[in-house]
């Protein structure tokens, strides 16, 4: 908590001496997030593009609101709706074009391997929660914010945020039990 | 239920190496660095450039401390063309001799080494101020020691021309990156540094006019301007007044001594 303050205070003296820090303090969480909402093939791409959009905004805050700013929500809130945006685009595109990028091989299959267990099978399993759920579950447990952080980032209270991860890893036990079972 | 907890630990990894520097780029934030070619007979230099502007300069012998010294936690200056403009302000800033409207980042040392560099920046090319010149003008004559410092630890070293500050005695002195490269970048501003030294060495402090009455440091335009027949060397500002010079406007020796 300390830690990050400080950073919202660099930020706020300086947007453009503190942002390399604040990438390099959050890249690594905000990739294994977006990943496992979008998937390998397409989680750089967004993860830069959240940055990018947090630098733009920045620029427009006041020096207080900066200073204020609870960097990780506020970074969720931001890539999150780039998430939301990736999958809409993404159901309106022709059939064809999703089984290409599904058989696209290579390195991105390659990608697709984390330790040992396919990324894509917890991308299906995960998507077959509520979006609330979702979120909530691959917030608290791949990228590791507080219930209220989360609480902050989704803008849900803190209570239906403790509900929906506990929902969320319920359903994805049952999930993965339907799995192993014959 | 910690199981499955556990098994989503598993999906946390780190970003790809190209992440940051992709978004560095995009946003034009972070620590970059390009070369130019430095006053004759000095070299390549490496500059340092981010969005608030040239935060570094140093000879391209110097790489492996300069990105040491600037490196934040893993992420080191990335090598990337300065922007057209700032190329053309810094081409102009080297031929000229002077800083012009290059932008220079100073935002990081203190006041006092701000204030050293900015009266530093105002020596115009091929004249020599001595340490003591710059403490009495930024009106701290008892901080030359201060000054000296500041000026070794000049970041943009040949933009902010510290090599045109040299020791009380006269002479030429010393150099961050060496005594030779001060008298290299002298030279190529048309002093003669071995003559500095050997008048210093003579004892002689300023150089008067026997027709103006008025005395100057030996390197200040108009001291440069005197004939031969009328030069008249001085060894302090004492006996400058005593032979009733009085000191020049525009190089102002010793002007509250």
Redesign the interface.
């Known amino acids: 908590m300390g830690k990050a303050t400080e950073l919202a205070s660099r930020l706020a003296a300086?947007?453009?001496?503190a942002?390399?820090?604040l990438?390099?303090t959050h890249?690594?969480?905000?990739?294994?997030g977006v990943?496992?909402f979008v998937g390998a093939a397409d989680a750089?791409d967004v993860?830069?593009e959240a940055?990018?959009r947090a630098?733009r905004a920045l620029q427009t805050y006041t020096e207080d609101r900066i200073e204020s700013l609870q960097v990780s929500p506020w970074l969720w809130t931001i890539a999150l709706n780039l998430c939301r945006n990736w999958a809409r685009t993404r159901s309106r595109r022709p059939q064809t074009v999703q089984l290409s990028f599904d058989q696209s091989g290579g390195a991105a299959a390659e990608d697709e391997v984390?330790?040992g267990?396919m990324?894509d099978g917890?991308k299906q399993r995960l998507a077959r929660l509520s979006e609330a759920q979702r979120v909530a579950?691959?917030l608290r447990?791949?990228?590791?914010l507080s219930y209220r952080e989360i609480a902050t980032a989704t803008d849900r209270p803190v209570g239906t945020t403790k509900t929906d991860v506990s929902r969320g890893?319920?359903a994805?036990?049952r999930i993965?039990s339907e799995e192993e079972s014959p | 239920m910690t199981d499955i907890a556990r098994r989503l630990q598993a999906l946390a990894t780190t970003a790809p190496d190209t992440l940051v520097t992709n978004v560095l780029a995009a946003t034009g934030t972070g620590m970059f660095y390009s070369t130019v070619a430095g006053p004759v007979g000095v070299g390549e230099l490496l500059i340092g450039w981010s969005s608030a502007g040239i935060y570094a300069v140093a000879p391209v012998t110097e790489e492996a401390r300069f990105l040491e010294e600037h490196s934040t936690g893993p992420l080191a200056p990335m090598p990337r063309e300065l922007p057209a403009k700032w190329r053309r302000q810094l081409e102009a800033a080297l031929r000229s001799g002077k800083l012009g409207r290059l932008p220079v980042d100073l935002g990081k040392l203190s006041d006092f080494q701000q204030t050293v560099l900015r009266k530093t920046a105002e020596i115009p090319p091929g004249q020599l101020r001595p340490y003591g010149w710059v403490a009495r003008e930024i009106g701290k004559p008892g901080a030359t020691r201060a000054v000296g410092s500041a000026l070794n630890k000049n970041p943009v070293p040949v933009l902010i021309p510290c090599h045109r500050v040299g020791r009380s005695d006269g002479t030429v002195g010393q150099y961050a990156y060496g005594p030779a490269m001060k008298r290299d970048l002298l030279r190529a501003e048309g002093l003669d540094p071995d003559a500095i030294d050997e008048a210093a060495e003579r004892g002689v402090r300023y150089i008067g006019s026997a027709t103006t009455n008025i005395y100057c440091h030996p390197t200040c335009h108009h001291a440069m301007r005197i004939k031969e027949t009328n030069r008249v060397e001085l060894s302090s500002a004492a006996a400058a007044h005593r032979a009733g010079f009085r000191a020049c406007l525009v190089c102002r020796p010793a002007v509250a001594a």
């Open positions: 300086d947007v453009d001496a942002f390399p820090e990438v390099l890249q690594d969480r905000l990739y294994s990943r496992s750089e993860t830069q940055f990018i630098h984390v330790n267990v990324l917890w579950v691959v447990h791949v990228v590791g890893l319920t994805l036990r993965i």
